[in-house]
């Protein structure tokens, strides 16, 4: 069962920063929160995951607060082809088959 | 990463048949699983495909219904039988290590 809250749509204007955030006030200690997106009629897409430090790769950055019950998803300069479904997943332990399980996630529209 | 391929990519089925997806992933995967998308809504999943054994059903979904079968690493089949109009999804394969990779989806139209 999902495990996060997210609200349900953002706006974000073209060349600014979208800054997504994520409640996982349940999480434990050996879960990941991973971020994807899934733009229309493709399927979803890996954005970025983090365990307890903020991480950053070419597609964003993941900010998760101290005590890791919540997190927020950068995409630091928004373009018109990131308007998508942006879903915040807790998982545990790849190793022992936890699942990818998507809760309602974000639509974020980018407008010009 | 892995890259997942989908057949058929979309069907439109009369109600009371069967349809057969297949999904084939490039690489050996530990896990695979599918997944539906019903219209305006986020994925649910639906099983894991265990190789050479029954699939593992989340609740609400049973085997009668969707048959899943995985002969390999890298192959998969759902099965959706005795189609009603409420099947019309989006039916989407992900094979799954540390990250979830998704194939495009098949596109289901029940009338």
């Known amino acids: 069962d999902a495990k996060t809250t997210q609200p349900t749509s953002m706006d974000c204007a073209e060349g600014r920063a979208a800054n997504l955030p994520c409640n996982h006030s349940?999480?434990?200690?050996?879960?990941?929160v991973y971020w994807y997106r899934q733009i229309h009629s493709q399927g979803p897409q890996y954005i970025i995951h983090?365990?307890?430090n903020n991480e950053t790769n070419e597609m964003a950055s993941l900010i998760i607060t101290e005590d890791r019950k919540s997190s927020t998803l950068i995409l630091p300069h928004a373009t018109l082809r990131d308007t998508a479904v942006y879903y915040c997943?807790?998982?545990?332990?790849?190793?022992?088959?936890?699942?990818?399980?998507f809760g309602t996630g974000t639509s974020l529209t980018v407008i010009p | 990463s892995a890259v997942i391929s989908q057949k058929p990519s979309r069907d439109i089925c009369q109600r009371g048949t069967s349809l057969t997806i297949q999904c084939q992933v490039d690489?050996?995967?530990?896990?695979m699983f599918w997944y539906r998308q019903q219209p305006g809504q986020s994925l649910t999943l639906i099983a894991t495909?265990?190789?050479?054994?029954?699939?593992?059903?989340e609740s609400g979904f049973v085997i009668d219904k969707f048959p899943i079968s995985r002969p390999n690493l890298t192959f998969s089949t759902l099965t959706v039988s005795n189609m009603s109009p409420e099947d019309s999804s989006i039916y989407l394969c992900?094979?799954?290590?540390?990250?979830?990779?998704f194939g495009q989806g098949t596109r289901l139209t029940v009338v």
């Open positions: 992900s094979a799954q290590n540390f990250l979830a990779f």
């Open positions: 349940t999480i434990s200690g050996n879960e990941y």
């Open positions: 983090g365990l307890k």
């Open positions: 997943i807790v998982r545990g332990n790849p190793n022992t088959g936890n699942q990818f399980y």
């Open positions: 690489s050996q995967v530990t896990m």
């Open positions: 495909a265990n190789q050479g054994s029954e699939a593992t059903y």
